[in-house]
């Protein structure tokens, strides 16, 4: 058998470095609390790009940072439909010409029928 092997290991499963000489990661206690009163500090990484205001609570409720006052919210952006962008680009009257125009066409066979 090749010596390079290594006996009695399950591959992927198991690491062979100790962990010993590593830091953990910095951390910072998060302090949340519930309506119920229940109090939870979690360990937050500080490299986190943003910690969440919100936290669910042991008892299933919802649990907030005290003393956290929350910026201002981002302007709720809606989803534009075809109608909306079109108003954007015309009026109702203009619309109305179209419209008028092209049943008019229509109407005298310059423009074929859709199927």
Do not use: Q
Request: aromatic content about 6%; hydrophobic content about 35%.
């Amino acid at each position: 058998m090749i010596e390079t092997s290594m006996r009695g290991t399950r591959l992927g499963a198991l690491s062979l470095e100790r962990e010993d000489t590593v830091p953990p990661a910095e951390r910072v206690a998060v302090k949340y609390v519930c309506s119920l009163g229940h109090e939870s500090l979690i360990p937050i990484s500080i490299e986190a790009e943003e910690i969440p205001t919100e936290w669910d609570c042991r008892c299933g409720g919802v649990a907030m940072r005290p003393n956290f006052e929350p910026g201002p919210k981002a302007p709720i952006r809606y989803v534009r439909s075809h109608w909306d962008m079109l108003l954007e680009r015309r009026t109702l009257k203009e619309l109305k010409a179209l419209y008028d125009e092209r049943v008019a066409l229509l109407h005298e066979g310059a423009l074929p029928r859709s199927a």
